[in-house]
């Protein structure tokens, strides 16, 4: 059973209301839930109170008194705040089939919890909070790092002002902070995570969606760590422009083999040249031999990195396929996500076998990943964000190593290429020809775009 209809299935909607003191990683945890769902196409979206009462309240009034309980002028605003975000949910949820909204918001107080409670109830919704709770106080000062420098509460100030002001911020939320507890709450679904994941606290969780929730936030961890991704060296079947089939390398993509162990090690940095990395690969030869060279000792191959299975185009030309299955090659233009080749597979269906990828991507710490150009689109574009009607149309240019550092808001891309000459093997919409068309249509679809917490673009390469 595919995993994005589970949801139609059980006709479940999931309000997951985040609870935490802040600089305790809630709006980290919350953001990566929504990547990870609507990658899965889950209809998710979150819901942060912080911007709402940006909207209310100027930039310049905003410092640690608008939190102080006693300040009743700023308990105003932010409930303002937070009944817009929780009416804009409800609407979302009612009006734009939304399956699992996230109110990302920090006041916590068993009272405010009841309301939300009872709002979900009323419109058959399934309350799950999930609490990130931290005693460490080296995990918060880091997390208060973060915060302060991605902040925008704190575009403009000095950082001796930010960190007094946010540390006074964090002292009048601790006077009213209630915490989630086995006892009180036994009745409620709730996640509590206890500094990161070293302890987690389950109650009373129920429907399938709920527990999907529940082992993706189980597997996030917060050590740095990056992920390279290469396509294999070009391939004799690239040569004459056959798709699917199991080729061997071509002499460039030979070439590219006896290179990469070099890129690697550049794109390791001096500092870190003796960290090994896992090298995962399909089961198909050319990554195999892709990865051959390298000198790290865990290599794994993973059937579900093998490439879209073309069905009975397996083999064929673009060229043939156009000639012999015309309206399937115009159906695949059309909807090349959707489309599943006769027999095959379709983008849609490679995300779905993916999914035990990126739980263990998650998980672990420096992956190197050779694997196939349609593979790798559904891979950067659960890491990058890319909405499904654009991912199948990356161009993923062959020979080069492409680094991902996910970062606390953001991740950072950096390509490096290899130097050694490649037949390109993007196709344009629309035409059966190999090659990247230089107008701005190919280069838009090849961007990587870097987007902070609130989703706007801070950094553009093209
Ligand atoms: C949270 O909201 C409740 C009422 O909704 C209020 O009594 C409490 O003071 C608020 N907490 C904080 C930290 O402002
Ligand atoms: C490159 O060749 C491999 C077969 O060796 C094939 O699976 C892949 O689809 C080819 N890429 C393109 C876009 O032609
Ligand atoms: C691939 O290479 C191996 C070893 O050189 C050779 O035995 C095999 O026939 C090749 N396969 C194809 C499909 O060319
Ligand atoms: C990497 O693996 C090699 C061989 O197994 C080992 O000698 C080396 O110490 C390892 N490096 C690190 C940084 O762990």
Redesign the pocket.
């Known amino acids: 059973m595919p995993v994005y209809s589970i949801s139609h299935v059980e006709n479940v909607r999931v309000c997951v209301v985040m609870v935490g003191l802040p600089a305790r990683g809630k709006s980290l945890i919350a953001q990566k839930i929504v990547r990870y769902l609507s990658w899965l196409s889950i209809n998710s979206k979150c819901f942060n109170v912080g911007s709402y009462r940006r909207q209310i309240v100027s930039d310049t009034q905003v410092t640690a008194e608008l939190f102080d309980p006693s300040n009743e002028e700023g308990m105003k605003y932010r409930q303002e705040a937070v009944n817009a975000a929780t009416v804009d949910m409800m609407k979302w949820f009612l009006e734009e089939n939304g399956v699992v909204g996230i109110l990302d918001a920090t006041n916590s107080t068993r009272e405010r919890r009841d309301r939300i409670l009872k709002l979900c109830r009323e419109n058959l919704i399934e309350p799950m909070f999930l609490e990130s709770f931290c005693s460490d106080q080296d995990l918060i000062l880091q997390n208060i790092l973060d915060v302060k420098t991605t902040s925008p509460d704190y575009a403009n100030r000095d950082n001796d002002f930010a960190t007094n002001d946010f540390l006074q911020r964090i002292k009048y939320y601790e006077e009213v902070y209630e915490t989630m507890d086995e006892n009180t709450d036994s009745d409620l679904t709730f996640i509590k995570l206890i500094n990161v994941n070293s302890q987690i606290i389950l109650n009373r969780i129920e429907s399938y969606l709920e527990s999907r929730i529940v082992y993706y936030v189980m597997n996030l961890h917060i050590k740095p760590r990056s992920i390279w991704l290469s396509r294999h060296g070009e391939s004799e079947f690239n040569l004459t422009g056959q798709i699917g089939g199991d080729a061997n390398l071509s002499e460039r993509g030979w070439r590219y083999a006896k290179k990469l162990p070099e890129l690697v090690l550049k794109s390791l940095g001096e500092e870190n040249k ?3 990395l896992t090298v995962w690969t399909s089961t198909l030869k050319r990554t195999q031999q892709t990865a051959s060279f390298l000198p790290y ?1 865990k290599k794994l191959q993973w059937k579900a990195l093998d490439e879209l299975d073309a069905g009975e185009c397996d083999g064929m030309t673009y060229e043939q396929i156009e000639q012999e299955f015309p309206e399937d090659f115009k159906a695949r233009d059309d909807d090349k996500y959707e489309y599943r080749y006769k027999g095959g597979e379709s983008y849609r269906d490679i995300v779905i076998r993916l999914e035990p990828i990126i739980m263990e991507l998650e998980r672990q710490e420096n992956i190197l990943i050779i694997t196939h150009q349609a593979v790798l689109r559904c891979l950067y574009a659960y890491f990058m964000n890319v909405p499904q009607e654009e991912s199948p149309w990356m161009s993923i240019p062959l020979h080069t190593l492409i680094k991902l550092e996910p970062r606390a808001y953001l991740t950072l891309v950096s390509r490096i290429k290899a130097d050694i000459p490649a037949v390109s093997t993007y196709k344009e919409k629309g035409t059966s020809q190999l090659g990247e068309l230089m107008n701005g249509d190919s280069i838009s679809k090849s961007r990587d775009l870097i987007k902070d917490s609130e989703g706007r673009v801070i950094l553009e390469n093209k």
């Open positions: 003796h960290t090994n000792k």
